[in-house]
């Protein structure tokens, strides 16, 4: 059972919004750690999407967006492609485990 | 560019020990913080361990701590990994990964190298 909780799968129609969200405690994202976001495709490497709760790394499209309140956080997509079709998940830093920890992922299917 | 390469993976029994490598280029490799992240067969991500620039500091997840190592030569390039008393649940695929500068996000992750413990 991972430390954050996620959604195990979510689903849109390409060009739909779609929301994922992270859910925390106290001794992690309602401590005030930061919460940063990845895209997984099976047999890849992770790739950053979202770090600091809300920024985008450069060459990530502006259809990604983050956003953080109280012990919760959430990804958002809009305009969905086929290629979104991957596992998503969230991490930030647990201050009772000194370490960081992630989200269990979200398998977003594009339909 | 960035590149990680890790290495070091593959079969070894249950109580035996591995060690993985990850070699880095395209950046100044002393200047960073680096991680282990692991993935077993149809699980999410789990943090392994990290370490500062200079190795003054670490951090190991409670799962493997006392177990696992992390340690780094910065006039190699190189990130370490070495694993003792391997178990079962250990069988992941093992990323290394730079820490973006002033964050505990991972902005560059290598392809991953396949540990399996099995008898």
């Known amino acids: 059972q991972s430390v954050l909780t996620q959604p195990p799968s979510v689903s849109g129609a390409p060009g739909q919004r779609v929301t994922i969200s992270c859910t925390g405690s106290y001794s992690n994202i309602g401590a005030g750690y930061d919460v940063h976001w990845y895209q ?13 709760n809300i920024n985008r790394p450069s060459g990530v499209p502006d259809r990604f967006s983050g956003s953080k309140s109280g012990t919760s ?7 969905l492609q086929t290629e ?13 485990l ?11 299917t594009v339909l | 560019q960035v590149q990680l390469v890790e290495s070091g993976g593959g079969l070894v029994k249950p109580g035996g020990s591995l060690r993985l490598s990850c070699a880095a280029s395209g950046f100044t490799f002393s200047d960073y913080y680096m991680d282990w992240i692991r993935q077993a067969p149809g699980k999410g991500l789990e943090w392994v361990s990290y ?45 290394c990964a730079r820490r973006k500068v002033g964050s505990s996000s991972c902005d560059y992750w290598g392809q991953g190298t396949l540990v399996t413990v099995s008898s």
């Open chain 1, 40 to 52: 997984h495709l099976p047999g890849t490497a992770p790739k950053l999407l979202i770090y600091g």
């Open chain 2, 51 to 95: 370490i500062s620039s200079t190795g003054t500091t670490i951090r190991s997840a409670d799962s493997v701590k006392g177990r696992f190592t992390i340690s780094r030569d910065n006039a190699k390039n190189s990130l370490y990994l070495q694993m003792n008393s391997l178990r079962a649940d250990d069988t992941a695929v093992y990323y």
């Open chain 1, 73 to 79: 956080a959430s990804l958002a997509i809009t305009g």
């Open chain 1, 98 to 108: 000194s370490g960081s920890v992630f989200g269990g992922g979200t398998k977003l």
């Open chain 1, 84 to 96: 979104d079709e991957a596992d998503y998940y969230c991490q930030s830093y647990d201050s009772s």
